[in-house]
C-alpha cells in the first residue's frame, strides 16, 4: 500500500474524539481545566477476552489484578474527553496548544494499536488529504522516521503508565472493567480528585492496597463465562461509570 497525505486544517479530528493521554499529558490536561475520562476494559487469564493476535500488545499493556478467584489483566485508558469541538480548538479551527498537543495528536492519522492498519476511509481526513502532500506509507512500510519513533513512544508510554493508572484508579474507587472485545467501562472523574490522585501516586505518597476488581458484560451468556472462570461479575445497576458495549444487541 502507497499512501500520501497532507493535513488540510479541517478540524474534524479535533471533534467528538477522546484522546488517550500519557500519564503526564492527563495532569497537565486536568490542570488547564479539561475533562478526562477513564476507559477500561480487561481480559482473563485462562484468555478469556483476549485474541491471541493480540496477546502480546495486550499484555504489555495492561497489568495483573484479581477479580474473585480469577487472575485478571486490566488496560486504563485516560483519555481527553471531547464531546463536540476540543476545548483547545480555535474559531479558526486552530489548535491553541499545538506546542505542546497531546503525542496522539502528534501522531495522527496513523493507529497506535499495531493491529490496526491505517485506514483512511475510516478517518475524518477529507478526500483531499490522502491526494497530496508527502508519501505517508510505501510498500506498507511508514516513511516518516520521526512519526515512527513518535508511535513507538506513545505505545511505550502506555506500558510503562499501566501500574501507575491501576493505582490511580484504586485511589479512585474505580473498580468495575469491561471484558475486552465486548465493550468499556467509562467514568468521568471530579478533575480535582483525578490531579490528587496523580500527584499522590507519582511522588509514592500513598497508594490504595489491592482491591480485586469486578466485570461489567453485556449479556448473560457472557456474564457466565466469567463467572465460570471464577471471576467477580457486577449485578448493580451503574452510578458512577457507563458500559460502552462493542457487540451488536
Same mark, same amino acid.
Request: proline share 6%; with cysteine.
Given at each position: ?17 477522546h ?7 492527563a495532569?497537565?490536561? +486536568? ?63 486552530r ?27 475510516a ?5 483531499e488529504?490522502?491526494?497530496?502532500g508527502?508519501?505517508l ?8 522516521g520521526?512519526?515512527?519513533a ?26 468495575? +472493567? ?6 468499556f467501562?467509562?467514568?468521568?472523574p ?22 480485586a476488581?469486578?466485570?461489567?458484560l453485556?449479556?448473560?451468556?457472557? +456474564? ?17 461509570? +457507563? ?7
Amino acid at each position: 500500500m502507497n499512501t500520501h497525505f497532507s493535513c488540510v486544517g479541517c478540524g474534524k479530528c479535533c471533534n467528538d474524539h477522546h484522546v488517550p493521554l500519557t500519564l503526564p499529558e492527563a495532569r497537565a490536561w +486536568a490542570a488547564d481545566g479539561g475533562q478526562v475520562i477513564v476507559l477500561v476494559e480487561a481480559f482473563l487469564g485462562n484468555g478469556l477476552g483476549l485474541p491471541q493476535l493480540q496477546r502480546e500488545h495486550a499484555l504489555r499493556r495492561s497489568c495483573r489484578v484479581l477479580s474473585g478467584s480469577a487472575e485478571a489483566y486490566v488496560a486504563i485508558t485516560f483519555a481527553a474527553y471531547n464531546a463536540g469541538p476540543c476545548r483547545n480548538l480555535d474559531e479558526d479551527l486552530r489548535c491553541r496548544i499545538y506546542e505542546r498537543r497531546p503525542l496522539v495528536c502528534r501522531i495522527y492519522p496513523m493507529e497506535i494499536n499495531p493491529h490496526i492498519p491505517l485506514n483512511p476511509l475510516a478517518k475524518d481526513c477529507p478526500p483531499e488529504s490522502w491526494e497530496q502532500g508527502p508519501q505517508l506509507i510505501a510498500a506498507n512500510e511508514l516513511v516518516d522516521g520521526e512519526l515512527a519513533a513518535l508511535i513507538q513512544r506513545s505505545r511505550q508510554a502506555d506500558r510503562d503508565d499501566i501500574q501507575a493508572k491501576e493505582a490511580i484508579c484504586g485511589l479512585l474507587g474505580i473498580r468495575t +472493567a469491561a471484558l475486552k472485545g465486548d465493550g468499556f467501562t467509562a467514568y468521568l472523574p471530579d478533575m480535582s480528585a483525578l490531579a490528587k490522585a496523580i500527584d499522590q501516586v507519582q511522588s509514592a505518597v500513598s497508594a490504595a492496597p489491592q482491591q480485586a476488581w469486578r466485570f461489567h458484560l453485556s449479556a448473560e451468556e457472557i +456474564a457466565g463465562q466469567v463467572l465460570a472462570a471464577g471471576a467477580q461479575v457486577v449485578s448493580d445497576t451503574p452510578l458512577d461509570y +457507563a458500559f460502552i458495549p462493542l457487540r451488536a444487541a
